[in-house]
């Protein structure tokens, strides 16, 4: 089965850290782009970072850009968000998730596989 | 950033009706459009990529259309377990957004 675990998440002062990991199984997970998405309580998604199959390359939105880093560990089918300077704007469910793209001359990618999230709370 | 907007933010409809709400992408996106679907406390799930793709293991009742700026996600006939809120994401560039999302209940 196709699964992803989240861990970590927990309650934190602001201007603290926190490191989340994501337990990959079922599936290759070094042949994928791997994501985190958050929501904020009562809100919408919103995209946070992800991640090339070999590390090499690492995206983020602007609001965490210089304080979450992205990770990966391929041999132990693992997803990392390190998190620093937390703020109570990133209180939030933290989702793992899987990116997969269609190709039709253009590769499509979208989010096929989603953890059931861990949740991160910014307050003193 | 491509903004995304979704209408109507909030839908009642009855078991069995035919249920449409659209999304709009702030520029052109080609087909580079997905939804998905949240339950109740649950994580999102993918419906639909590429504008019209169905997901392996989606009932064929969810469909979707559009290119450029405008899309649909259309349910054929509306079932309780649809309850939830539907979002569209764009994966044209970087960073993804996804748009408010629209709410739909049954009546």
């Known amino acids: 089965e196709v699964q992803l675990v989240e861990s970590g998440g927990g309650l934190v002062q602001p201007g603290g850290s926190l490191r989340l990991s994501c337990a990959a199984s079922?599936?290759?997970?070094?042949?994928?782009?791997m994501t985190w998405v958050r929501q904020a309580p009562g809100k919408g998604l919103e995209w946070v970072a992800n991640l090339k199959q070999d590390g090499s390359e690492e995206r983020y939105v602007d609001s965490v850009k210089g304080r979450f880093t992205i990770s990966r560990d391929n041999a132990n089918n693992s997803l990392y968000l390190q998190m620093n300077s937390l703020r109570a704007e990133d209180t939030a469910v933290y989702y793992c998730?899987?990116?997969?793209?269609?190709?039709?001359?253009?590769?499509?990618?979208?989010?096929?596989?989603w953890g059931k999230g861990t949740t991160v709370t910014v307050s003193s | 950033d491509i903004q995304m907007t979704q209408s109507p933010s909030s839908l009642s409809a009855s078991e069995g009706d035919r249920v449409t709400m659209t999304c709009r992408a702030s520029?052109?996106?080609?087909?580079?459009l997905n939804w998905y679907q949240q339950n109740p406390g649950k994580a999102p799930k993918l419906l639909i990529y590429?504008?019209?793709g169905l997901q392996s293991g989606v009932p064929s009742r969810f469909s979707g259309s559009g290119s450029g700026t405008d899309f649909t996600l259309t349910i054929s006939s509306l079932q309780p377990e649809d309850i939830g809120t539907y979002y569209c994401q764009q994966s044209h560039s970087i960073p993804y957004t996804f748009g408010p999302g629209t709410k739909l209940e049954i009546k």
């Open positions: 590429a504008a019209s």
């Open positions: 079922g599936f290759t997970f070094s042949t994928y782009w």
């Open positions: 520029e052109r996106i080609s087909s580079y």
């Open positions: 998730v899987r990116e997969w793209y269609w190709n039709a001359r253009y590769d499509y990618y979208y989010m096929d596989v």
